[in-house]
Nanobody, 116 residues
Framework: QVHLVESGGGLVQPGGSLRFSCTASGFIFSRYAMSWYRQAPGKERELVARITTDGGSTNYQESVKGRFTISRDNVKNTVYLQMNSLKPEDTAVYYC?????????WGQGTQVTVSS
């Protein structure tokens, strides 16, 4: 059975930092590109960052470039998102995503609230 278990969300002040983890089980993690998406209230889910299977290439939504870093550990079956210089507009539910061919899996989502 496939599981993507996220952790690391919470409440943080503007300018602060958070680090997400998403640990996978039930599939061959190293075959899958991994991504983080987010969905703010009243908005569509959007891609935040993506990393290739071997971690050799990443891409980011323009609004988070230079502030967020995605990384992965294929031994620990875990993908991370380091978020620095957080802004109120980063407030959203963040989702871990695994994709390979026709197979797509989602985590349960974790809330991030950036507020003073």
């Amino acid at each position: 059975q496939v599981h993507l278990v996220e952790s690391g969300g919470g409440l943080v002040q503007p300018g602060g930092s958070l680090r997400f983890s998403c640990t996978a089980s039930g599939f061959i993690f190293s075959r899958y590109a991994m991504s983080w998406y987010r969905q703010a209230p009243g908005k569509e889910r959007e891609l935040v960052a993506r990393i290739t299977t071997d971690g050799g290439s990443t891409n980011y939504q323009e609004s988070v470039k230079g502030r967020f870093t995605i990384s992965r550990d294929n031994v620990k079956n875990t993908v991370y998102l380091q978020m620095n210089s957080l802004k109120p507009e980063d407030t959203a539910v963040y989702y871990c995503n695994a994709a390979w061919a026709v197979y797509v899996y989602w985590g349960q989502g974790t809330q991030v609230t950036v507020s003073s």
